[in-house]
């Protein structure tokens, strides 16, 4: 069965500072690697996600994630954070043989002035 | 614009009575999902619908249903029999439902029960 742990409930970051948020997951094959974004009261949207090929993925504002098959990880980063990026972030998972996404409990980033 | 609209954005339900969330997509997606988001919880899947006329059960289905009779409606109800349906509750489509489809999500209903 697959599942996704984001181990940082919160995470606070000075803006223009760098940002790593983890998400380690187990799978049984090949796993599709996804990071979604939630404003406040509003839905989810996709950052970027990742099936195969190259391991560092580029997505929307300016994040980018790496896939490191040997650690289970896929690590969601920014260089260079910005007020308007404070949301909850949510990592998934699917699997071949799989419907549907398994959604890590989420990270929420705040940032400070 | 193409896109999900949930509503209402607010709902009010008094305990034991059935109350039915609205999700609407004008983007010809196939599949059509419904998420329960609880404080620290993440997403929980409660039903699914890949093709109309057909649906599956998602993680979290006791005391919920759903209808797919069109392609651009997926309404969730929520039923007496929900234990603590108070939550955030989110509707989302994919254009085939296929595992790597990006899946496109609406703003949202707010559930409380009184």
């Known amino acids: 069965a697959q599942s996704v742990t984001q181990p940082d409930i919160h995470i606070t970051v000075s803006e223009g500072a760098s940002l790593e948020l983890r998400c380690n997951y187990s799978?049984?094959?090949?796993?599709?690697l996804f990071w979604y974004v939630q404003s406040p009261g509003q839905g989810l949207q996709l950052l970027l996600k990742?099936?195969?090929?190259?391991?560092l993925v580029q997505g929307i504002k300016g994040f980018e994630a790496e896939f490191k098959r040997s650690q289970s990880s896929f690590n969601l980063r920014k260089p260079s954070v910005h007020w308007s990026d404070a949301a909850e972030y949510f990592c998934?998972?699917?699997?071949?043989?799989?419907?549907?996404?398994?959604f890590g409990k989420g990270t929420m980033l705040l940032v400070s002035p | 614009d193409g896109g999900i609209t949930q509503s209402p954005k607010y709902l009010f339900r008094k305990e034991g009575q059935n109350v039915t969330l609205s999700c609407e997509q004008n983007?010809?997606?196939?599949?059509m999902y419904w998420y329960r988001q609880d404080p620290g919880q993440g997403l929980r899947l409660i039903y699914y619908?890949?093709?109309?006329?057909?649906?599956q059960k998602g993680d979290i289905a006791e005391g919920y249903s759903v209808s797919r009779e069109k392609k651009e409606s997926f309404p969730l109800t929520v039923t007496s029999a929900q234990k603590n349906p108070t939550a955030f509750y989110l509707c989302?489509?994919?254009?085939?439902?296929?595992?790597?489809?990006?899946?496109?999500f609406g703003p949202g209903t707010r559930l409380t029960v009184l």
């Open positions: 989302a489509s994919s254009r085939t439902g296929g595992i790597t489809d990006t899946q496109y």
């Open positions: 799978y049984g094959a090949t796993p599709y």
């Open positions: 990742y099936f195969s090929g190259d391991t």
């Open positions: 998934a998972v699917g699997e071949v043989g799989y419907s549907t996404l398994t």
């Open positions: 983007l010809n997606h196939d599949a």
């Open positions: 619908s890949q093709i109309v006329n057909d649906f």
